[in-house]
Nanobody
Framework: QVHLVESGGGLVQAGGSLRLSCAAS????????MGWYRQGPGKQRDFVARITSDHSTFYADSVKGRFTISRDNAKNTVYLEMHSLKPEDTAVYYC?????????WGQGTQVTVSS
């Protein structure tokens, strides 16, 4: 079955950087689109970034120029490098993939950006 496991979240000061990882199993990783979503306190879950099987990327306007999504197919892992972090980036970050006709989600990892 599909499993997505995030790691790398934590507490960081505004302006700092953090790198999230998502280890995937149960999918043909190299052939699938992977991405990241986030859900802040009292907010809906919003799209952050995605990367396709051919390594095309797309970002939400709120993170464009600050975040970078990448993938290592040999490790079945997708990354989200976050720079110039802002307090409004505080959220639970979820790894995502589309496998067949279903969306799959990781358990989430907390990112807290202090002022």
């Amino acid at each position: 079955q599909v499993h997505l496991v995030e790691s790398g979240g934590g507490l960081v000061q505004a302006g700092g950087s953090l790198r999230l990882s998502c280890a995937a199993s149960g999918i043909d990783f190299s052939g699938e689109t992977m991405g990241w979503y986030r859900q802040g306190p009292g907010k809906q879950r919003d799209f952050v970034a995605r990367i396709t099987s051919d390594h095309s990327t797309f970002y939400a306007d709120s993170v464009k120029g600050r975040f970078t999504i990448s993938r290592d197919n040999a490790k079945n892992t997708v990354y989200l490098e976050m720079h110039s972090l802002k307090p409004e980036d505080t959220a639970v970050y979820y790894c995502w993939t589309l496998w067949g006709v279903f969306n799959y989600w990781g358990q989430g990892t907390q990112v807290t950006v202090s002022s």
